[in-house]
């Protein structure tokens, strides 16, 4: 879908789903039950992913997993991909 990162494909959060045993067609709803989205940085799909580990690690719950997710991949789509272009 572009040349510059793999996050704006979707292929990412299908992974990331996986990862966390949730269902693709649930994520959106778990998402936005979030009082208050990890925050997973706006940086490559790569350190996203890593700094999703860490937070599972400590414990942070699900739902607030998969807000942080949603809202570093949009983020990072609108600064990486659409850039200037809105």
């Known amino acids: 879908m572009n040349k510059v990162c793999a996050a704006g494909t979707g292929s990412f959060l299908q992974e990331q789903a996986a990862r966390l045993g949730v269902r693709i067609e649930e994520f959106s709803g778990l998402a936005f039950d979030?009082?208050?989205?990890?925050?997973?940085?706006t940086?490559?799909?790569v350190f996203?992913?890593?700094d999703l580990i860490h937070h599972q690690q400590v414990g942070l719950p699900k739902v607030d997993l998969v807000a942080g997710l949603s809202y570093s991949v949009a983020n990072n789509y609108i600064e990486k991909v659409v850039g200037t272009r809105r």
């Open 48 to 50: 996203m992913e890593s």
């Open 34 to 41: 979030s009082k208050k989205p990890a925050d997973l940085g």
């Open 43 to 45: 940086r490559c799909t």
